[in-house]
């Protein structure tokens, strides 16, 4: 069994009801989810939405529809975030970029909605943006990557896809799979070495 801490141990405080649980899970992933919408939405998108924005709408679905949640392996509850940012993204979209407002999704905490995030708990804008230096300088870092590694980085650890499951999406074979999603870590972490010996920060890693 898991720590209480881990991802599956929150989940089985969430199941108990320990809504503080939910909101440590989404604290836990939100940097990695961000990366991964930011790549997810087109550039054309980027330029009418924020990344921001987006994430804080797949949280508040996450959050109306936990119950729905089944955990099956390591990775899957990320993979279930990601599966809501596209569907967000894929609304977002066709609605031209105009988002619903996130009351519109799940309603904030109230006499008549006592379960109901309140706004200043994780899911919202201004605790999903507390380590937005880091989620910058990330992101910058993934910016500096091939497309390629770039996408096997975002699939195999923020999507949490096994190298199999890389192999099959990206149309390689698994030892290709495999061999690179090696060169591909390697070369973000040569990435990060090289900014954190012209920073004192320290790398920002996934």
Do not use: C
């Not at 929150?10 to 989810?33: C, P, Y």
């Not at 729905?68 to 894929?90: C, E, M, N, T």
């Not at 060169?183 to 973000?188: H, T, V």
Request: positive net charge; aromatic residues 6%.
């Amino acid at each position: 069994m898991e720590e209480a801490t881990t991802s599956f141990g929150l989940l089985e405080r969430v199941k108990s009801g320990d809504r503080q649980a939910l909101s440590d899970l989404f604290q836990r992933h939100q940097r990695r989810l961000a990366v991964l919408i930011r790549y997810k939405m087109s550039d054309d998108l980027r330029r009418l939405s924020d990344v921001e924005d987006v994430l804080q709408d797949v949280l508040l679905e996450a959050y109306r529809d936990i119950d729905q949640f089944k955990y099956r392996k390591p990775g899957s509850f990320v993979s279930w975030l990601a599966g809501i940012a596209d569907h967000v993204i894929a609304d977002l979209a066709r609605a031209g970029g105009r988002q619903k407002r996130a009351g519109e999704l799940v309603p904030f905490r109230s006499n008549s909605n006592p379960l109901g995030p309140e706004p200043a708990v994780s899911v919202t804008p201004s605790r999903i943006l507390a380590e937005k230096e880091k989620l910058t300088l990330l992101i910058a870092q993934m910016d500096r990557l091939p497309e390629n590694y770039r996408k096997a980085i975002l699939l195999a650890k923020v999507e949490g896809l096994t190298t199999q499951e890389l192999a099959a999406r990206l149309g390689l074979s698994r030892e290709a799979a495999a061999l690179l999603l090696h060169r591909a870590i390697k070369r973000l972490r040569a990435i990060q070495q090289a900014y954190t010996e012209s920073s004192t920060d320290g790398p920002s890693n996934l």
